[in-house]
Every structure is written in structure tokens, then in C-alpha cells.
């Protein structure tokens, strides 16, 4: 009996690897994905990814099976955010009413994108990203009526005999609950990453900090990594 195989977006942040574990723990074998698109943290973002990788690989079975880090560049040259353009500031007084200007456009929608020629491509019948709607940054591609519509579409856009479904297991979560669930399933949270700024120590002031350590915070756990 073959394996159920599931394609999980991961940033090296705490929302994916959490969605990652959450998914080898329904047993599936987990084809872990990272892009590379000249965000301002991507080194950082890459080698926790590959340290979560390992991390990951269970002793006993064989329910992580392959990675991919893709570079896509093209988001440095669109710019418009402040990710992957230098001209823009991340903001560090406070998370910001709207839409930031650290949203990506169609960040979302790319990696689904990508993710779903991966998952068709491997057999797999599963995607797992770790998109939060109600506590996060506001981002418009991070809410659950837009992963839903991407997964018709990609099925629409994929072979007969593929048929795929997008987990989202976190989108209703409070960060507190995130990082009180990642305790549980024993997520080694001291390898992710969330600053948008550093790659030494994370700045503590920016949105995806701020909202880090207030889940900490909520949930009475010390925060495993290091801050400014």
C-alpha cells in the first residue's frame, strides 16, 4: 500500500513547520517545498528550512520523503514590498491597519501554483500551507475563501485522475493557539524563524515579530530564539 503523499509549503517559519508536523502526524509522507525569492531574511529562511528538513525525518518510518528549494527572483524585480525591495521600510512601530507593505503580491497564489505541478508530478493528493486569517498580518491571499477557490482551480487545471486537496490548518488560529499546538506535537520552534528584517537576531519591532512573541506571550512560553 503506497504512502499519502502531502505537498507542504515551507517558509522556515512557525505556521508552516507547525502545518508540516500537523500533516506527517495524519501520516502522510511529506514532500517539503521552500522558495527562494530574494526576500530580505532568504538565508536565514533557507537554512531553517533545511535544518527543519532533518528535523522532520522520523527514526522509525518513512513518512518524510523529499525536498525542494525553487528559486524564484522574479518577485525582486515586481518589488512593490517591502520583503524583497530595499527602497521600501519594514515597519517597526506597530502592526499596521489594511494591508501592509510587507505583502507580497500573489505570493500565495504562485507558491500554490507551483506546489500543485509538484503535487501532480509526485502523486500526491494533499498541499498543506500554513496560512492564519483571523491573528495575522492581513494579508488578502492568506484568508480561507481564497485557498479554497485555489484548490478548484487547480483541480480544474490538473489531469482527470488528480485530485487535490489544500490544508489550511491553522487559518483560524490565534498565534498563542499555533505556538501551544507546536508544544504538543513537540515542533522544535528554536529552528523557525518570523523576523522580517534579521538573519542573526530577530529585530523583535516588525509585524511578523510582534505577532510571534504576542502568541508567545498568550501562551506563557518563552520564546526559544533570540531577539535584538
Request: glycine share 8%.
Amino acid at each position: 500500500m503506497k504512502n499519502k503523499k502531502a505537498v507542504c509549503i515551507m517558509s522556515g517559519g512557525m505556521d508552516s513547520t507547525l502545518c508540516a508536523y500537523m500533516m506527517r502526524d495524519l501520516g502522510y509522507e511529506i514532500i517539503a517545498v521552500h522558495f527562494n525569492y530574494d526576500q530580505r531574511t532568504q538565508k536565514k529562511e533557507l537554512k531553517c528550512f533545511n535544518n527543519i528538513f532533518e528535523a522532520l525525518q522520523p527514526q522509525s518510518t518513512s513518512h518524510v520523503g523529499k525536498k525542494y528549494s525553487l528559486d524564484i527572483g522574479f518577485f525582486k524585480e515586481l518589488g512593490a514590498s517591502a520583503l524583497t525591495d530595499t527602497n521600501i521600510e519594514v515597519p517597526t512601530g506597530g502592526i499596521e491597519e489594511g494591508v501592509p507593505v510587507t505583502y507580497v503580491p500573489f505570493r500565495n497564489g504562485i507558491f500554490l501554483s507551483m506546489a500543485a505541478a509538484i503535487a501532480e508530478k509526485e502523486g500526491a493528493e494533499a498541499i498543506a500551507i500554513g496560512v492564519v486569517e483571523e491573528d495575522s498580518s492581513g494579508y488578502p491571499d492568506c484568508r480561507q475563501e481564497y485557498i479554497e477557490s485555489m484548490q478548484r482551480s487547480i483541480n480544474l487545471g490538473t489531469k482527470d485522475e488528480t485530485n487535490i486537496t489544500i490544508f489550511m490548518p491553522l487559518v483560524h488560529l490565534k498565534k498563542s493557539q499555533i505556538v501551544e499546538e507546536a508544544q504538543k506535537l513537540n515542533v522544535p520552534l528554536e529552528l523557525t524563524w518570523s523576523c522580517y528584517k534579521n538573519e542573526d537576531k530577530a529585530c523583535g519591532v516588525c509585524d511578523s515579530c510582534r505577532l510571534r512573541l504576542n502568541g508567545f506571550k498568550e501562551a506563557g512560553i518563552k520564546d526559544p530564539i533570540l531577539y535584538e
